[in-house]
């Protein structure tokens, strides 16, 4: 029963953590994967020398982690090429403004 419960909590756990990333909740996704860490050393500490469920769970920790990086590397270069897309209309905004302070200033 141990084992299953262990098991559901890391499912939560890695579920809730795919969720806070694929949402862009960063700081979520930080408390996520420090609990989730937490649980898997605990799992691997009850567990038995040899138990292939460690490298088992070895893996699917290594799959979490490097779905986690490249999710939010895309959505970082995501977010680089909108912020990058509108540097012509900041701008046109600046010199906009700049055009209104000097009217009111002389008006």
Same mark, same amino acid.
């Given at each position: 029963?141990?084992?299953? %419960?262990?098991?559901?909590?890391?499912?939560?756990? !890695?579920?809730?953590?795919?969720?806070?990333?694929?949402?862009?909740?960063? #700081?979520? !996704?930080?408390?996520? &994967?420090?609990?989730?860490?937490? #649980?898997?050393?605990?799992?691997?500490?009850? $567990?038995?020398?040899? %138990?292939?469920? $460690?490298?088992? &769970?070895?893996?699917?920790?290594?799959?979490?982690?490097?779905? !986690?990086?490249?999710?939010? $590397? #895309?959505?970082?270069?995501?977010?680089? #090429?909108?912020?990058?897309? $509108?540097?012509?209309?900041? =701008?046109?905004?600046? =010199?906009? =403004?700049? %055009?209104?302070?000097?009217? *009111?200033? *002389?008006?």
């Amino acid at each position: 029963m141990q084992k299953l %419960d262990t098991m559901r909590c890391l499912d939560e756990l !890695a579920g809730g953590l795919r969720a806070a990333i694929a949402t862009g909740q960063y #700081a979520r !996704a930080q408390e996520f &994967s420090a609990r989730y860490a937490q #649980a898997l050393v605990e799992k691997w500490r009850a $567990l038995p020398p040899g %138990d292939p469920e $460690l490298a088992r &769970s070895w893996c699917e920790a290594v799959e979490l982690v490097a779905w !986690a990086r490249r999710t939010a $590397l #895309a959505q970082r270069a995501h977010l680089a #090429a909108r912020l990058e897309a $509108l540097g012509p209309v900041l =701008s046109y905004l600046r =010199s906009q =403004s700049c %055009d209104r302070h000097t009217l *009111n200033m *002389n008006g």
